[in-house]
């Protein structure tokens, strides 16, 4: 095998390896309590990964295991370092950051979710990104309010 060879498996491999950054988004990075939890508990679990793709031996192999975890460190270190803990809503008369609302839509759907931020928003588990458009509607709202865009109603029925 020639070292022409070799330099540019190399360069292949290392290029294959190098991931982008993950995007973070241009909004203020808001949390919830929980949600700084969180970022910080996915940042030390992207460091242990990194640590521990680390001591492979193989050198294309180290280069392929670590990328994830190194790509994941740098984003959850960005989000931890920007992040701006929003306390809990201390009334329930309008819709804000932390508030979990009911509210019904014109096809007769009722649906609740916690408005939080965006890394720890999950609308299976009932969370909301407080930049989404649901959130966007109903943020500064009170109960019996309706909001809405085009042919989508929503009515506000509890906050709490």
Same mark, same amino acid.
């Given at each position: 095998?020639?070292?022409?060879?070799?330099?540019?498996?190399?360069?292949?491999?290392?290029?294959?390896?190098?991931?982008?950054?993950?995007?973070?988004?241009?909004?203020?990075?808001?949390?919830?309590?929980?949600?700084?939890?969180?970022?910080?508990?996915?940042?030390?679990?992207?460091?242990?990964?990194?640590?521990?793709?680390?001591?492979?031996?193989?050198?294309?192999?180290?280069?392929?295991?670590?990328?994830?975890?190194?790509?994941?460190?740098?984003?959850?270190?960005?989000?931890?370092?920007?992040?701006?803990?929003?306390? &809990?809503?201390?009334? #329930?008369? !309008?819709? =804000? /950051?932390? +508030?979990? %609302?009911?509210?019904?839509?014109?096809?007769?759907? *009722?649906?609740?979710?916690?408005?939080?931020?965006?890394?720890? &928003?999950?609308?299976? #588990?009932? !969370?909301? =990104? /407080?930049? +989404?458009? %649901?959130?966007?509607?109903?943020?500064?709202?009170? *109960?019996?309010?309706?909001?809405?865009?085009?042919?989508?109603?929503?009515?506000?029925?509890?906050?709490?």
């Amino acid at each position: 095998m020639s070292v022409a060879f070799a330099k540019d498996e190399s360069a292949e491999t290392a290029a294959e390896t190098h991931l982008p950054d993950r995007p973070i988004s241009p909004h203020p990075n808001r949390v919830t309590g929980a949600g700084l939890k969180a970022l910080e508990l996915q940042l030390q679990q992207a460091r242990e990964a990194y640590e521990a793709a680390s001591a492979i031996e193989d050198v294309n192999e180290r280069r392929r295991q670590v990328a994830n975890p190194l790509r994941d460190t740098r984003y959850f270190a960005a989000r931890v370092h920007t992040a701006e803990v929003v306390a &809990a809503p201390t009334s #329930t008369d !309008s819709v =804000s /950051f932390g +508030s979990t %609302v009911t509210f019904s839509r014109n096809d007769g759907r *009722v649906q609740t979710y916690r408005i939080v931020g965006e890394d720890e &928003a999950d609308p299976k #588990t009932g !969370s909301i =990104s /407080f930049v +989404s458009p %649901v959130a966007r509607l109903l943020s500064g709202k009170s *109960v019996g309010d309706v909001v809405g865009t085009g042919d989508q109603e929503l009515e506000i029925l509890v906050i709490v």
